[in-house]
């Protein structure tokens, strides 16, 4: 099979675990939004959730899923990204280690104990559920819709093959700026401003993890996936194999680059506001 994509041997039980737990938990969290909505919103909050049309309502109910999920993955994976890389770390200089995978459901590192593949299982069972919960793709919006089809098909294509462990559980990680986002979401669905202060600080959070952990590593990926990994996995799978992840690279790389570029204009836009504002009160 070098060369081609399929046909995919089966994942290992662990990612599957984690693909169903990934689901079940998203759809766990959707439907207790509008709850914790009704029971702990204020009534300006209900009015400004009840007069949202239908795609806007779909993203304010996923905050909170999403937020749990991004936590559930910070704890499960910093871990492993940091310290637990047992097997990767005393590789020989120059080895790949995106060949080497821990399948185990039950590891002896980390805060849980639950092994990486079952994270990222819970990662693409989270995408492929807030993919099927939308009402349609133009309502999710199409960036959103790229990035969940090429993320879980990537990580199950990962998954099958059991490679990228490494890079798959630090991207993992990144959604360590997800809450930040949904916080500040919540804030202006309250009826907060953009210049209230609040909304200022989990702005300023977002933007400072969002390049620390999503933007800063990606110079560093290309330069290992270039010089050392494709040909890792071309040998272990094949070029076409090596080729579909390289694509997957691009996609993510541009995605979060491009959006990493809509927050330092924003970011402009708030610091010339304020300037300005300066020098009329002068």
């Not at 199950?156 to 559980?169: K, L, Y």
Request: hydrophobic share 45%.
């Amino acid at each position: 099979m070098a060369g081609f994509l399929l046909p995919l041997p089966p994942p290992p039980p662990s990612f599957i675990v984690g693909l169903l737990a990934g689901a079940v938990l998203y759809l766990i969290c959707r439907r207790l939004s509008p709850l914790l909505t009704d029971s702990l919103g204020t009534k300006s909050l209900h009015e400004r959730v009840a007069s949202l049309d239908r795609g806007k309502l779909f993203h304010y109910h996923s905050l909170f899923p999403s937020t749990i999920h991004a936590l559930v993955q910070v704890l499960g994976t910093y871990h492993f990204v940091f310290w637990g890389r047992e097997g990767y770390d005393n590789r020989h200089e120059g080895q790949s280690p995106a060949v080497t995978f821990d399948d185990r459901s039950i590891v002896p590192y980390g805060p849980t104990g639950l092994g990486p593949a079952v994270y990222m299982g819970i990662f693409a069972g989270y995408l492929l559920a807030d993919f099927a919960a939308a009402p349609s793709l133009e309502e999710m919006g199409y960036p959103f819709v790229l990035h969940h089809i090429a993320a879980a098909t990537s990580w199950t294509f990962c998954a099958c093959n059991e490679v990228m462990q490494p890079v798959a559980s630090l991207l993992q990680f990144n959604e360590l700026s997800t809450p930040w986002m949904n916080v500040r979401q919540y804030l202006l669905t309250a009826g907060c401003r953009s210049s209230d202060l609040p909304v200022s600080i989990t702005s300023l959070g977002f933007f400072f993890t969002f390049g620390l952990v999503r933007v800063a590593p990606l110079p560093f990926l290309v330069r290992d996936w270039v010089y050392r990994d494709f040909d890792a996995i071309g040998e272990k799978l094949g070029t076409g194999s090596a080729v579909f992840l390289s694509l997957f690279f691009a996609i993510n790389g541009c995605l979060q680059c491009g959006w990493f570029f809509i927050m330092c204009q924003k970011l402009a836009g708030m610091i010339n506001v304020a300037k300005i504002r300066k020098i009329k009160l002068q």
